[in-house]
């Protein structure tokens, strides 16, 4: 089983990847906008570059655990392990804010 302080290095290097997907984005108006469950529950290609760039890092890092994506992708692991992947990058982006979280 892999210690606590390896899967942070490993979430820190996921959440930088996202980082860097945004980052890229922040100085343009969002795109690709769509909805999910409600009109109101939006998603843009920003969110979904940013959950790209975290399953890019877990699916090398971490390709026998579960993985549960908030814009669509998943997968069963087998190591008891699972992570939960949500951006939320589209309402800091639309209004223009500056201001990108990440939690465990």
Same mark, same amino acid.
């Given at each position: 089983?892999?210690?606590?302080?390896?899967?942070?290095?490993?979430?820190?290097? !996921?959440?930088?990847? !996202?980082?860097?997907?945004?980052?890229?984005?922040?100085?343009?108006?969002?795109? =690709?906008? =769509? *909805?999910?469950? *409600?009109?109101?529950?939006? +998603?843009?290609?920003?969110?979904?570059?940013?959950?790209?760039?975290?399953?890019? +890092?877990?699916?090398?890092?971490?390709?026998?655990? =579960?993985?549960?994506?908030?814009?669509?992708g998943s997968r069963q692991g087998t190591s =008891?392990?699972?992570?939960? +992947?949500?951006?939320?990058?589209?309402? $800091?982006? $639309?209004?223009? *804010?500056? *201001?990108?979280?990440?939690?465990?």
């Amino acid at each position: 089983m892999a210690l606590p302080e390896e899967l942070i290095a490993i979430a820190v290097r !996921a959440a930088d990847a !996202a980082a860097r997907e945004l980052l890229a984005r922040a100085d343009r108006p969002s795109s =690709g906008l =769509g *909805t999910k469950s *409600t009109e109101t529950d939006l +998603v843009s290609d920003a969110d979904r570059a940013a959950e790209r760039a975290v399953m890019d +890092v877990l699916d090398a890092e971490r390709p026998e655990d =579960g993985l549960r994506a908030e814009e669509g992708g998943s997968r069963q692991g087998t190591s =008891g392990f699972a992570w939960v +992947v949500d951006p939320q990058a589209f309402k $800091s982006m $639309s209004r223009n *804010t500056p *201001t990108i979280c990440g939690s465990n």
